[in-house]
């Protein structure tokens, strides 16, 4: 079992930046593939960004390609999302994933969820 606990959400105006973080627990952290999925209210969730075991292979949504960077920290179990250039768009619960590679978690195939953190845009 690999336990997920997100943080770093919170209300920023648009045009602002946030990162957003997400502790690993249980399961050898570097095992995994990770990613970033969000879900805002009434809609379905969507991929956000993955980044490979090792972090040398990336995949961004278009929606968020040239404004988010997906990183990781092996040493310290965790996975970050930093996001530039918000916008009120990008308003939803962030929710961290863990997966055999990235471009599975890309496809939706995620082994672990967590419960996610929320992030407001306002204009």
């Known amino acids: 079992q690999v336990q997920l606990v997100e943080s770093g959400g919170e209300l920023v105006q648009a045009g602002g930046s946030l990162r957003l973080s997400c502790a690993a627990s249980?399961?050898?952290?570097?095992?995994?593939?990770m990613g970033w999925f969000r879900q805002a209210p009434g809609k379905e969730r969507e991929f956000v960004a993955a980044?490979?075991?090792?972090?040398?292979?990336?995949y961004y949504a278009d929606s968020v390609k040239g404004r988010f960077t997906i990183s990781r920290d092996n040493a310290k179990n965790t996975v970050y999302l930093h996001m530039n250039s918000l916008k009120p768009e990008d308003t939803a619960v962030y929710h961290c994933?863990?997966?055999?590679?990235?471009?599975?978690?890309?496809?939706?195939?995620?082994?672990?969820w967590g419960q996610g953190t929320q992030v407001s845009v306002s204009s």
């Open positions: 980044v490979s075991v090792g972090g040398a292979f990336t």
């Open positions: 249980g399961r050898a952290f570097s095992n995994y593939a």
């Open positions: 994933a863990a997966g055999g590679r990235a471009r599975d978690i890309r496809d939706g195939q995620s082994d672990y």
